[in-house]
Structure formats: C-alpha cells, structure tokens
C-alpha cells in the first residue's frame, strides 16, 4: 500500500493560484463525458466530449491561446453516454472508446490520422452501459475495457484478446449508484485496481486486483489521500502529489494541495458555476501550469478556467528565488563555485588571483599550479630549487652554484 497522509490539516483559503474564466463556444449540450487527449500530433492538447441530447462525439482541435475548431467525429450515436480516449489498437494515435446507453454497444473509434475516425462496433449487448474505462487490466500488452453496466447492476471488463477481440467477465456484481471509474495500481504489486465513485462520493470503493480477474472490495475510508484519485497530479511542481481538480456537488470546484506529508491545504477555485456536469485538466495555453475545462449539462458552451499562476524558481538556495512562485518552472540559477549571487568571491584567491583556485607558490617563489599551467620547481644536485647545477659523466654535481666545471676524458678516453 503507498504510505497514507499521518495528519490531515485542512486550511480553507480561495486559493493561491487565481484562475481567468473563458467561454469556449460550441453547438452541443447534455454534455456528462469530456476529457483531453492529443489527437492530431500537433503537439497540443485538445479536448474530446460526448452529448447524449444530440447524439454525438466531438473533438475540439486546439489551435492554441485559447482557440478551438470544432470536429464531429459521429453524430448518429444512440445515447452517447460516456467516452474514454486510449491508443487501443497501440498505433500511437489515440483513439476513442464510447459507450451508447440505449443500444448497447461499445464502440471504437480508430483514429487513421489527420483528425479523423472510423467507427467499429466491438462489443453488443451491453447491460445499459454507464460509465466506461480503458486499461491493460490484465498486463498482457493489450487494452482492456471496464463497463459500469447500469441494467445489470455490475461491472465488466472486456478483456481484449488481441486484434480488438473481446471477451466479458463480470468482476464485480451487486454495485449501485456508481458515476465514474478509473484503474490506479493502490497497493503498489504493479497490476492495476479499480477505483469507483459515486454521487457526491457518498461511497467511494477500491477494488484490490488479486489475480488479473478477481478483485476485493475496500471502502476509502480517508477522502483526501492522493493515492486514490485519478484527479493525483502535482499541480504546483514540488515534487508531492496533490489533488487537482475536483469537482464536488456539481458545482464547487476545489482542489488539494499536498504541502508535506503532513498537511493538505483546500483550495477553492470556482463555487459559482452550477450544474457542472463534466471536468476535465490540460494546459489549454501551453505554458506549462494545468488549466481546467468544465461543462454543464444545460449550456451550449465549455468554460476554459486559465490558470494564471505565477511562474519561478521555489529553490531558496537559488539567485533568483522568488517566495511568490506558485509555479515551478524549473528555472532555477545559481551562483558559480566560490561566488556569490552578485558575483563576488566568497572563497580565498589563490596567488594567480582566482577565486577559490588551488595554484600555490613553490620553493622558487614562482606561482605554480591550478590554472596556471606551471609545474614546481625543483632541486638540483646542489640541493638548490630551481638551481641548474648537473651531475657530470663523473657523477660530481658541478654548474650552478657549485663552482665545479665538468671533467674531461683523458688520452685513454677514461
């Protein structure tokens, strides 16, 4: 199991990141699935959403500072009910999985490139299908589909035998009132448990994976533990996992940032806009901090909520540390070895006048070493530094200061 907060300390504040709300303008209400994924390798995140009043599947193409094109991708689906984007056949595009309620189907939408999709029916007969989630529930290399089925009071993982062919097996039954889904490894064995929420998170449940297909309830007994949301994220760069956005009773949306392990701050950043109906988290504006996008069920239109935290470096210890960053960009500088910030030597010279250099002066007084390039000097025969008295072919040390002269052959060569 992840280690579990020790002491939860809540402190209500309106937060310290400020958020600038923008209207995003499209044709489609009854909008309860909306999520971001990047769908045209452009290199921005876009958004994808389902409408159950009009019957449809789009994707908003980010265009960037704000800006959307509206794509439909289907528009003849019978009660769009739920969405989730994964690369389900591992081409590297991302495709869509969608959910319709009143015919019961699972479908696939392959994304073939350039913002389009083909559709493919690959599951029928599903029980009133509520809410889905896509995963490699099984780690055999292959996405896996989990179905809150609402007419059989279930939920079944579609397990994908390769080539996008499913099999159902109902994992867990007798569930009620369950309003989203998401796979997270809990208790860190590396296979992935299932997590379900319901209205207001009245009943929050884990389900422990113990053999790929058997799975054993847990009730979330601690509501703010990151470990357990899908919404984990570390929305101010910290290097701690907090809790980023969550949306409570429709309306409200908060989140919690984890200080230390000892204490969970709540922020509010929005309890005004009523009948929220979906949420989801991207940097809309790609300038690196998470902004959020929600709709409502009844309005023709998503609201963008800009995140407009202040960028720096957190690091105290850095020349440009700033105490009102609320977003660590990484972009911390620092001061040279032996220097300070303002460039001054905090360190000893050496004798080559270098801060902090290790260059010294020899037995000769010269500087040697370091960065000077010199090496030290050293003794002659006369036990002179840097003297230039010899041994001879006679082995008498002799120049330098010696007064010697060297000795000669004589008519023997000796």
Not at 138 to 166: P, R, W
Not at 266 to 286: K, N
Request: charged share 20%.
């Amino acid at each position: 199991m992840k280690s579990c907060l020790l002491v939860i300390i809540f402190s209500l504040s309106f937060g310290k990141i400020d958020f600038t709300k923008h209207d995003i303008n499209i044709s489609d209400n009854g909008i309860i699935s909306l999520h971001s994924a990047e769908i045209n390798g452009d290199g921005n995140t876009d958004l994808i959403y389902s409408s159950i009043e009009n019957n449809s599947i789009t994707w908003l193409e980010n265009k960037g500072n704000g800006n959307f094109v509206s794509h439909i991708i289907s528009s003849k689906i019978n009660g769009s009910i739920s969405i989730f984007p994964s690369d389900l056949n591992r081409d590297g595009k991302m495709d869509i999985v969608s959910a319709s309620m009143y015919d019961n189907q699972i479908n696939w939408y392959k994304n073939i490139g350039n913002g389009e999709f083909s559709k493919q029916t690959i599951i029928n007969n599903v029980k009133g299908p509520w809410a889905i989630h896509a995963s490699d529930l099984d780690y055999d290399g292959d996405v896996d589909i989990i179905s809150v089925n609402d007419y059989e009071n279930a939920i079944v993982c579609y397990l994908n035998s390769g080539n996008q062919d499913f099999r159902s097996k109902v994992i867990i039954s007798d569930v009620n009132n369950i309003w989203d889904i998401y796979t997270i490894d809990i208790d860190d064995d590396d296979d992935m448990d299932l997590v379900t929420r319901t209205e207001n998170n009245a009943n929050n449940t884990w389900y422990e994976n113990n053999d790929n297909e058997f799975f054993t309830p847990h009730k979330i007994t601690d509501p703010i533990n990151p470990d357990y949301f899908q919404e984990a994220y570390d929305s101010d760069q910290d290097g701690d996992m907090d809790i980023f956005p969550l949306l409570i009773d429709n309306k409200q949306i908060i989140y919690y940032e984890n200080v230390d392990t000892n204490n969970i701050v709540l922020h509010e950043i929005i309890s005004d806009q009523m009948g929220i109906s979906a949420i989801t988290r991207l940097d809309v504006d790609a300038d690196g901090d998470p902004d959020i996008v929600t709709a409502s069920y009844n309005n023709s239109s998503l609201i963008w909520y800009e995140n407009t935290s202040i960028h720096g470096c957190v690091d105290v210890d850095a020349c440009n540390y700033n105490a009102e960053t609320q977003w660590n960009d990484y972009n911390c500088q620092y001061a040279a070895t032996y220097f300070d910030c303002a460039g001054n030597c905090i360190d000893t010279l050496d004798c080559a006048n270098n801060c902090g250099g290790d260059a010294h002066l020899d037995n000769c007084g010269q500087c040697v070493e370091g960065n000077t390039g010199n090496i030290p000097c050293i003794q002659d025969c006369n036990n002179d530094w840097g003297g230039t008295a010899i041994l001879d072919n006679c082995d008498i040390c002799i120049g330098g200061n010696t007064g010697n002269i060297p000795c000669i052959q004589d008519c023997n060569n000796d």
